[in-house]
């Protein structure tokens, strides 16, 4: 294998290392913890273990975590006042309302009565706009992104002047981590094109891009012929193709594919990140670093 693994549960282990270090020291020095509420509306098993994975992490590092369960039937204007008392509570540094949430209630209008200053997601128009604008304006960025740029970062690919070519244009991601790699600054400072299903030849871009960050949710879209050797190959894609049954516990277990043909692509990149263990451990690790961002931004040590 020529490419050099990105392992997104090693840089994890590292991150939350470092947060539990700093809570620890807020905690000493000022008497405050971090706290993060995780609000769930419903029953969807995928949401569930979502937040559970969330709850846990913001335990390790010492957060004060509250959940909040709500039935799937709940009213909007009660979840809206569920929101605006965390809003007031200055014990509460980040929010995050698990998606998706009911039909009966407008996501939109939820994600926009959140305070910006506690939106730990990045999802809200005010921190989207303060991504946009770059440099120290970026209060919360997006947690995926984050996750992305810093295992980039970490594991020393060099990003000033580089081709990076973003596969994909969602809200979330792809646009995101557009805005992100042109900004100006150190894991910055990067040529970026983003490609998407109306694109013309979307092979002849990549074949380009020193950076490949691909998050497009189509399990192989991206071939190793697309790949120009010794390229950073970062796969965002979570595609479930089947189930198996997990040699560890016994039970059904998903199996996933990344939007990048790995076993082929490892050959020719020159770093890549598996599917699972890549980027999806980095977004909730991100997740807790916002939070902690948050309550530095509160004590104005950030
Ligand atoms: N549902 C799936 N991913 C996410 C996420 O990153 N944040 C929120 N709030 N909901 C999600």
Known sequence: MAAQLIKGTEIREEILEEITAEVQGIKEKHGVVPGLVTI???????SLSYV??????AERVGFKEVQDNQPADIPAEDLLALIDKYNNDNTIDGILVQLPLPDHVDEKKVLNAIDPDKDVDGFHPVN???????????KFPPCTPAGIQEMIVRAGVPTEGAEVVVVGRSNIVGKPIANMMLQKGPGANSTVTVVHTRTRDMAAHCKRADILIVAAGVPDLVKPEWIKPGACVIDVGVNRVGEKISAKTGKKVAILKGDVDFEAAKEIAGYITPVPGGVGPMTITMLMRNTLQSCKFKLGIA
């Open 40 to 46: 769930l509306v419903g029953e969807n098993p995928a």
């Open 52 to 57: 559970s994975l969330k709850i846990k992490t």
């Open 128 to 138: 989207v706009g303060r991504l946009m604008i770059g440099g120290k304006e970026v």
